[in-house]
């Protein structure tokens, strides 16, 4: 059974896929009503209000997947959920038409000043001429960010008369002029606009983006929007810009402190608010809370997510195509770690064949997993390996060569000890499985599965029977036996299979037997 937290409102139809589930039990309170129960839970799906931090992570030791319904993903520590292995996900698409609709109803309610003449109505007045605006019709509209919600609204703009200018360091040429905007530098955008809306994401970059020094280069009687993320435009640096008049209006539907309190900011006739509604549609609302019902059912049947924040995304057809090497990397990297129980500095993983041409990334991310696994007390999967593996200075790389040694793929894997190198080569047999066909420099054939006894040993007659009666002494049987060598008389190793771990004694009465060199337990 999978325990879920949904800590914000999150669309109830959008959640019913994973309501249907069986193996899904919901749990709705947010994380201080939760308290008592917060190291239960294997997922925990949000919104913008539940700030996921790292002393919540703390207290979820079980956690193993974060579901953001919805774009921002600033209130989840991702590093530190990194570091613990919990994959993060969003819902990227399903809010942007909303975010772009309300921006745009943000942007003509201020330059026709309706929330005011509004309350001045409401409050039996009738003051037509204090509420003169200024037409969208002709105006330049500067778009700072122009992913997604940007672009959604530079379409709107356009079919408003507005000629759009971008600044996005990441937009190209061909993109821009798809969608009949034209790009700029900052400095430009600032100068020309008579409108200005952010975008972006927050972060180091763009927090305080439109600070003092950048609203200084804007033009006198400007209007600013931001329905983006609180402080992309510095709410402080903005009062004197209000009061000396610099600024003709903002609006504002996000705050640097969500609720603002008694924000300064709010007490300016011409600062119009609204409480974070980009997203709030029942349309976007059912569409990101579908998106990670999705996501999760997806997750917790072994499927690919598609939308994660700190995995390689994988659609469906890739997954289908490398997840039989996905899992022959974690078994290479596995059975390697354990022969290999030294400090190592170094793995290189060779891909051969038509496991080449696939998305190998994700597959070297499983073999690392796999080889830092048996070292490591804390989670380890594809998400933090990487981090992992840089932490204990161990470095790894891909690379691609024809030699398949006749099979039509095959992943080699070198680890570099100090003193000592192994190589263990695996291949994918489809409709048959994994087989581990070289192994520490001998030709073999075994399946990678279950309790391995590796045993290496000089090339002589009866080495197999005395083995086999050593075993058998312990009550110890058989399942499969692969022999290898690499000349007639020289090195050579078996690899048995067995039903059962095989414990201390068996491993010592085994190593007393002339001519075994090396035993070894494998599990895989
Ligand atoms: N008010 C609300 O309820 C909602 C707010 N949002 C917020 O809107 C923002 C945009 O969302 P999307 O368009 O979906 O994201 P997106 O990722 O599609 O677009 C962001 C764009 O910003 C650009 N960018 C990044 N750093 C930049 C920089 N330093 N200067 C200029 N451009 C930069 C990127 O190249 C990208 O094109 C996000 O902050 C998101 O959290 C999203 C949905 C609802
Ligand atoms: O998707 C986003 O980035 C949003 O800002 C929407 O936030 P919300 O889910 O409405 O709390």
Not at 112 to 134: D, L, M, T, Y
Not at 254 to 278: K, Y
Request: proline share 4%.
């Amino acid at each position: 059974m999978f325990r879920v937290l949904v800590s914000d409102a999150i669309s109830e139809e959008g959640l019913a896929p994973l309501r249907a589930s069986a193996h899904i039990d919901i749990v709705q309170k947010n994380v201080s009503e939760a308290e008592e129960e917060l190291h239960t839970f294997d997922a925990l799906l949000v919104r913008s209000a539940t700030k996921v931090t790292e002393k919540l992570l703390e207290n979820m030791p079980n956690l193993q997947i974060i579901g953001r319904a919805g774009v921002g993903v600033d209130n989840i520590d991702v590093d530190a959920a990194t570091k613990r292995g919990i994959v993060v996900i969003n819902a990227p698409n399903g809010n942007t038409i909303s975010a772009a609709e309300h921006t745009f109803a943000m942007m003509a309610a201020l330059v026709r000043r309706i929330p005011q003449a509004h309350i001045s109505v409401k409050s039996r007045e009738w003051n037509r001429s204090a509420f003169v605006g200024n037409e969208l019709f002709g105006k330049k509209l500067g778009i700072i960010g122009f992913g997604r919600i940007g672009s959604e609204v530079a379409k709107r703009a356009r079919a408003f008369g507005m000629s759009v200018h971008v600044y996005d360091p990441f937009l190209t040429k061909d993109r821009a002029e798809k969608l009949g905007v034209s790009i700029h530098s900052l400095d430009e955008v600032l100068a020309s606009a008579d409108i200005i809306t952010v975008h972006t994401p927050l972060t180091k970059e763009t927090r305080g983006l439109l600070g003092a020094d950048n609203l200084a280069k804007t033009k006198k009687g400007v209007y600013l929007v931001n329905c983006a993320r609180g402080g992309i435009i510095d709410e402080r640096a903005l009062i004197p810009f209000l009061e000396n008049g610099h600024v003709a209006g903002v609006a504002l539907d996000v705050f640097e402190q969500e609720p603002p309190g008694d924000h300064p900011l709010l007490s300016f006739d011409n600062v119009i608010v609204t409480p974070h509604l980009g997203a709030s549609t029942v349309e976007a609302q059912l569409n990101v809370a579908t998106q990670v019902a999705e996501e999760l059912l997806h997750f917790f049947e072994g499927r690919p997510v598609t939308s994660s924040i700190n995995l390689p995304v994988l659609s469906k057809d890739v997954y289908e195509k490398i997840h039989a090497f996905y899992h022959l990397g974690r078994k290479l990297g596995l059975i390697a770690s354990q022969f290999m129980n030294i400090p190592v500095q170094e793995l290189s993983v060779t891909y051969a064949g038509t496991v080449a041409d696939l998305e190998t990334t994700y597959i070297t991310r499983s073999l690392l997993a796999g080889f830092l696994r048996p070292r490591v007390a804390s989670t380890v999967n594809e998400v933090n390996a990487a981090m992992i593996a840089k932490e204990r200075g161990i470095t790894y790389g891909e690379k691609f060569s024809d030699e398949t040694h006749g099979y039509a793929n095959c992943i080699s894997l070198t680890v570099h000890g100090e003193n000592k190198t192994f190589t263990i080569k695996g291949t994918h047999v489809p409709n048959y499985g994994d087989r581990i066909v070289h192994f520490d420099g001998v030709a073999i054939d075994f399946a990678p599965e279950g309790h391995l006894l590796y045993i290496q040993h000089h090339d002589r007659p009866g080495m197999i029977g005395k083995v086999g009666n050593v075993l058998g002494a312990h009550d110890v049987n058989i399942a499969t036996m692969q022999v290898g060598r690499q000349e007639a008389g020289g090195k050579a190793m078996m690899i048995l299979s067995l039903d059962k771990p095989v414990d201390e004694a068996v491993l010592h009465a085994l190593a007393q037997i002339d001519d075994i060199e090396t035993v070894k337990r494998l599990e895989a």
